[in-house]
Antibody, heavy 120, light 107 residues
């Protein structure tokens, strides 16, 4: 059974870079039929898709984040990462890693989520 | 970007009630729509995709319909475990976008 687990700092200072990693087990990032991505949800708010990556390195980013986001796949092909630069308090949110199909773009597997607070 | 508008933003209902949530896309998306359920403290989980296909294991009281720009999620015979927030998502194209959510609360 596929399992996704987010990891990374729970507190980031304003203007710094938020970095998270998602470890994938029970499935392969190298599958050609899936994308791997990141979503966030500010406490009590709605869902914001940040971006997705295919094992080949092809990425799609939300225009809302495109200027400061990078999603990458680890060479081990067991992890993928999120980097979000120049964070502000508005970036405080639960961050989820997830999977969706390359044809059907709904998210069928989610990590449990990790809360990242931006504060000095 | 395709904008998704959900209504109502909240609904108060009793166990056994029928609840209907609607989602409208800013442009036609055929049947490329998914519905998610989120209960407090948990990640969302997909209930329905391609407008009316149920994810494996989802109870039959959840059903979806619609195409083009207008979609509906219906919960028949509402159960205690169904209380939470529901989101629609267009799965037609990048960037992937969501409705604002509908909170289903206990009356």
């Amino acid at each position: 059974q596929l399992h996704l687990q987010e990891s990374g700092p729970g507190l980031v200072k304003p203007s710094e870079t938020l970095s998270l990693t998602c470890t994938v087990s029970g499935g392969s990032i190298s599958s050609s039929i899936y994308y791997w991505g990141w979503m966030r949800q500010a406490p009590g708010k709605g869902l914001e898709w940040i971006g997705s990556i295919r094992y080949t390195g092809t990425t799609y980013y939300s225009p809302s984040f495109e200027s400061r986001v990078t999603i990458s796949v680890d060479p081990s092909r067991t992890r993928f990462s999120l980097s979000l630069t120049s964070v502000t308090a508005a970036d405080t949110a639960y961050y989820y890693c997830l999977r969706h199909g390359s044809g059907a773009l709904h998210f069928d597997s989610w990590g449990h989520g990790t809360l990242v607070a931006v504060s000095s | 970007d395709i904008q998704m508008t959900q209504s109502p933003s909240s609904v108060s209902a009793s166990v056994g009630d029928r609840v209907t949530i609607t989602c409208r896309a800013s442009q036609a998306i055929s049947r490329w729509l998914a519905w998610y359920q989120q209960t407090p403290g948990k990640a969302p989980k997909v209930l329905i995709y391609t407008a009316s296909t149920s994810e494996s294991g989802v109870p039959s009281r959840f059903s979806g319909s619609g195409s083009g720009t207008d979609f509906t999620l219906t919960i028949s015979n509402l159960q205690p475990e169904d209380f939470g927030t529901y989101f629609c998502q267009q799965t037609s194209s990048f960037p992937l976008t969501f409705g604002g959510g509908t909170k289903v609360e206990i009356k």
